[in-house]
């Protein structure tokens, strides 16, 4: 009984404490790194996100931004691994999804305070791809229909324009024909 | 006998007006070619659809005061002054039609704030995933900052406006009144001049410091293009989220930091030093006043923020302290920590120094906002001189004088233009915190952000979101848009629209009783 007992406790203290660490194995979004950085500071976390930009190489390893839409983030890993990364996001392309477990750094004291994740392990969870910007057609009608009257615009002051100068020069020619005259 | 009529008033800004639009509306063919450029075809209609509008409306406005041409009309200060406030407001409504067509911004009022904020050279946004920015938009909201530093109507007059008779009037309403040439059309081309040069400079410098980090050739020449036109205007946008944390790189801090010093800079002081006056970077009270301001500032904030834990050693302190207290005081706005980091680890002695450094701001006639330094050296110097005098014998009569690229003698009346400039900053900043703290936010955190935008500085504490209060939306607009004009030419313009409202009412009323 009192076997059980112990047991029942043990599984009770292992319960309490482990919630936090399979809170950190699950998704963690960047923006509550940022917002709970004091309590995760130092710890391994896990988040998934977009890879965004272009992966930046530096003598040690490389940089590759992420984001998750809630956040953005650095994630310090080695190069090798970078080069996993097929297609990094942009205006015409939507990038690899990855899981990234790593540390959290609130300051991190090797890249100068940076609030930063250094790589442990990277997932790709799925391959980026073209965004399909289909051109739009109510666009391309509006811009037809505006540049037209721009154009007819555009002719109308030049043709006013003249006139008005055409007026001047007249009222200047009558203006000198008057002095000299007097 | 001359039976032409004169011009009237409305006539006169709707000419220049038009001139100023037609003329920032044309500049929408750069993000055009971008666009073109990397087969960004939905952009390209935007941009398309933004020229036409603005053309349109820029043509229509010149064609309406036509009268002006014609009869030469007298160009008065109220009308310098009204142009260059109702160019801003119209702008902002015209070059916003690109960031709502994106779909970045949820609304057209969220569009126009980012339009302001670039304008003002503040920095704050509400635009949303810049990480899938087209490139085309992306040159649009720098160069907005850009122009908008220099001073767009310093950019039409430059170009567009042949005859200087109401030039310089328009020169003054736009907050700039430093005279480097003889007439406002080559002080104004000065400007340019000063800035285009430091633009390739500094483009190369970050376009190879971009390299050097990792960045491919074509990205790190739009990083670099990008980055300087936010640093030199002390704009403080940035084409990626993450702001300049985005880059991971010390060089790059460092080199974005010398450019956005340099550009709060006076032109008046830059004409100087190229003119071979290098002793005017000491003598000057504005340098004067920014580096013992600065240095009190960053020194006050690293004590504060060492003692309490949040950053340690040197490099942690220059590269998310230094560089924010800088960025700060020179109202550039580029953040290398995340915004609720000032709010959750700063504490409150971190956040009063950044609230004190953006009030004060960068140098008068520069792409810097706030009171300027100018100002506050003036009026510490007038508050001395008050002091001595109170001291000395009243048969002591001593000439107090301060240096600003020249002599000038520290009159009552210059130390009270400055008191009451600086005085009317301080209302738009309480107001901004009143209003912050009237929608729940914390006292300090409204401070910051209210001193944020009232500066032009652009650093946010979070408060500025999508989903903030309308009423603040347009607030923070008008703060923005006050504290770039120094207020001047808005209450000139508020004034003018004020009378003529007016008039209407009285000659309608009149009317009225007379049938």
Not at chain 1, 60 to 77: H, L, Q, R, Y
Not at chain 2, 67 to 76: A, L, P
């Amino acid at each position: 009984m009192s076997k059980n007992i112990k047991i029942f406790f043990v599984t009770l203290i292992i319960a309490g404490l482990v919630p936090l660490h399979v809170a950190f194995a699950t998704s963690t979004k960047i923006n509550d790194l940022i917002e709970k950085a004091m309590a995760f500071d130092g710890q391994t976390v896990t988040i998934t996100a977009e890879a965004i930009g272009e992966k930046m190489d530096r003598k040690d390893g490389t940089w590759v931004n992420v984001t998750d839409v809630s956040n953005a983030i650095g994630i310090w890993m080695p190069t090798q691994e970078s080069r996993r990364i097929s297609i990094f996001g942009n205006y015409k392309e939507k990038g690899d999804i990855l899981e990234i477990t790593g540390v959290f750094n609130r300051a991190c004291k090797e890249h100068g305070g940076e609030s930063d994740l250094h790589l442990i392990s990277m997932r790709v969870m799925k391959s980026g791809e073209i965004v399909q910007n289909k051109i739009s057609m109510t666009k391309l009608i509006i811009t037809i229909v505006l540049l037209g009257t721009t154009l007819l615009f555009i002719l109308f002051f030049i043709n006013q324009s003249k006139y008005l100068k055409m007026k001047e020069t007249k009222k200047n020619g009558k203006a000198n024909g008057q002095r000299t005259l007097s | 006998m001359n039976t032409e009529r004169k011009a009237n008033s409305i006539e006169i800004i709707s000419h220049y007006t038009g001139y100023v639009i037609l003329c920032i509306s044309l500049l929408m063919v750069l993000p055009l070619l971008v666009s073109i450029l990397f087969q960004e075809w939905n952009p390209a209609l935007d941009f398309l659809i933004s020229i036409s509008i603005s053309a349109i409306f820029g043509l229509a406005l010149i064609m309406l005061g036509w009268q002006r041409k014609i009869s030469k009309s007298d160009f008065q200060w109220k009308h310098g002054f009204t142009v260059a406030a109702l160019s801003w407001v119209l702008l902002m409504f015209l070059c916003a039609i690109p960031y709502r067509l994106s779909g970045h911004t949820p609304s057209m009022l969220d569009s126009m704030f980012d339009v302001m904020s670039g304008f003002t050279t503040t920095g704050v946004l509400l635009s949303q995933d810049l990480d899938h920015m087209s490139n085309g938009l992306n040159m649009w909201r720098h160069m907005l900052t850009f122009i908008g530093g220099q001073g767009m109507v310093v950019l039409a007059l430059t170009f567009l406006v042949k005859e200087t008779g109401g030039a310089y009037k328009m020169y003054v309403g736009e907050g700039k009144d430093i005279e480097l040439m003889p007439n406002v059309k080559g002080t104004a081309g000065q400007i340019w001049k000063i800035s285009m040069v430091y633009l390739i400079i500094g483009t190369g410098a970050l376009w190879i410091n971009g390299l050097l980090i990792g960045l491919q050739p074509i990205s790190a020449f739009f990083h670099a293009l990008y980055i300087f036109e936010s640093s030199w205007s002390t704009g403080g946008f940035a084409p990626m989220t993450q702001n300049i944390m985005y880059y991971h790189s010390v060089s790059y801090e460092s080199v974005a930091i010398v450019i956005f010093i340099i550009g709060s800079f006076n032109f008046g002081l830059h004409y100087a030093m190229w003119q071979g006056n290098k002793k005017e970077i000491v003598r000057n009270i504005e340098t004067q006043s920014f580096f013992i301001t600065s240095f009190t500032a960053c020194m006050l904030a690293l004590a504060g923020l060492a003692k309490s834990g949040i950053y340690t050693d040197a490099m942690a302190g220059f590269r998310r302290v230094v560089f924010n207290v800088l960025s700060a005081h020179t109202t550039t706005g580029f953040g290398s920590i995340y915004a609720r980091q000032y709010a959750l680890e700063w504490g409150d002695f971190g956040i009063m120094i950044m609230v004190i450094v953006m009030l004060i701001g960068g140098s008068a006639c520069s792409t810097a906002g706030g009171f300027k330094g100018l100002r506050v050296g003036v009026v510490f110097k007038g508050i001395i001189m008050e002091v001595k005098k109170l001291l000395s014998s009243e048969r002591n009569m001593k000439v107090y004088k301060f240096h600003h690229i020249k002599d000038y003698v520290l009159e009552d009346s210059v130390v009270k233009s400055s008191a009451i400039i600086i005085l009317c900053y301080i209302v738009l900043f309480s107001v901004g915190t009143l209003l912050g703290t009237y929608y729940g936010y914390p006292l300090s955190h409204s401070a910051f952000e209210a001193a944020s935008v009232t500066g032009n500085v652009g650093l946010s504490i979070g408060i500025t979101t999508p989903s903030m209060p309308v009423l603040m939306k347009i607030y923070y607009i008008l703060a923005m848009y006050l504290g770039r004009l120094e207020f001047l030419s808005v209450f000139a313009m508020i004034g003018y629209l004020g009378g003529g409202i007016k008039k209407a009412c009285q000659k309608t009323l009149k009317s009225s009783l007379s049938h």
